[in-house]
């Protein structure tokens, strides 16, 4: 990611221990973009720039408008524009999508709270024999964060990022929406021809909502870990489906909320 298109700079007046100073500081970029499919409006999401073909292709697959990679005859940036604008074959949902959803940096694709769309879509169960070790998972936040030069810089951006069964640093994206972040490294899948990732865990910052576990589904990652909690909806999404879901992994705690046969923690209390 740019540092120069993903951070704005500005003035601002600190306060501290009974003392005002001025300096400039670095805030996160946020712009829209506007995607395009087979020269139709398709959506417009508030992301942080950078990495936007992985981030319109990701979204293309992870809300089954394509089924993979192959399916997109072109992607490219529109010149002087916000705007991405891609040429898909065989595509299918986007007049449920323009129906239905709405994307913002808050909340990703909203109105999906049904597992029933899931199931629709035929997404299936993450075939994997990945297992992480306890003490593997524990060592993600920590890589994690200090993998972010634009949220050492602002403090404002969410990440995504895939990890192999050592624990090594895969892929990592950084966007104001994690939902955005979830979407580039899938996207970066998608080219690198990666799908399913069914040989990798992935690590979310903030919670695990709903929207992330199911973009997670779709790419067939096996483990899914958040530094917050998870939502009651993600969870039993997670569970129907056989996904590891692992919340609140700081330090050296974590919570499996689904199919913890994945973890090897060990002995157990």
């Given at each position: 990611?740019?540092?120069?298109?993903?951070?704005?700079?500005?003035?601002?007046?600190?306060?501290?221990?009974?003392?005002?100073?001025?300096?400039?500081d670095c805030l996160v970029a946020e712009e829209p973009l506007e995607i395009r499919v087979n020269e139709e409006p398709f959506t417009v999401t508030m992301r942080t720039p950078g990495h936007d073909l992985e981030l319109a292709a990701g979204l293309l697959f992870t809300e089954g408008v394509i089924q993979s990679g192959s399916e997109i005859a072109s992607i490219s940036l529109v010149s002087g524009k916000n705007t991405i604008s891609a040429t898909v074959e065989n595509?299918?949902?986007?007049?449920?999508?323009?129906?239905?959803?709405?994307?913002?940096?808050?909340c990703g694709i909203c109105g999906k709270t049904s597992i029933e769309s899931i199931?629709?879509?035929?997404?299936?169960?993450?075939?994997?024999?990945?297992?992480?070790?306890?003490?593997?998972?524990?060592?993600?936040p920590e890589k994690l964060r200090s993998s972010q030069p634009v949220f050492g810089k602002t403090g404002g951006l969410h990440a995504a990022a895939l990890f192999d069964n050592d624990g090594q640093l895969i892929v990592l994206r950084e966007?104001?929406?994690?939902?955005?972040?979830?979407?580039?490294?899938?996207?970066?899948?998608?080219?690198?021809?990666?799908?399913?990732?069914?040989?990798?865990?992935?690590?979310?910052?903030?919670?695990?909502?709903?929207?992330?576990?199911?973009?997670?589904?779709?790419?067939?990652?096996?483990?899914?870990?958040?530094?917050?909690?998870p939502s009651g909806l993600a969870v039993q999404l997670a569970r129907e489906f056989g996904m590891t879901l692992v919340g609140f992994l700081r330090g050296r705690r974590f919570v499996i909320y689904s199919t913890p046969s994945r973890i090897n923690c060990g002995l157990l209390s």
């Open positions: 990611m740019s540092a120069a298109r993903s951070i704005n700079l500005t003035r601002v007046d600190e306060w501290k221990d009974g003392r005002v100073h001025s300096f400039q595509a299918v949902a986007i007049d449920e999508f323009r129906r239905n959803f709405a994307a913002t940096a808050a199931r629709r879509r035929g997404i299936a169960r993450p075939a994997s024999r990945l297992v992480l070790a306890a003490e593997t998972l524990c060592s993600l966007d104001i929406g994690r939902h955005n972040a979830v979407d580039k490294v899938i996207g970066w899948a998608l080219q690198q021809k990666k799908i399913p990732l069914s040989d990798y865990g992935m690590m979310v910052s903030g919670r695990g909502g709903f929207e992330i576990v199911q973009k997670v589904l779709a790419a067939g990652i096996p483990i899914l870990a958040s530094v917050s909690a």
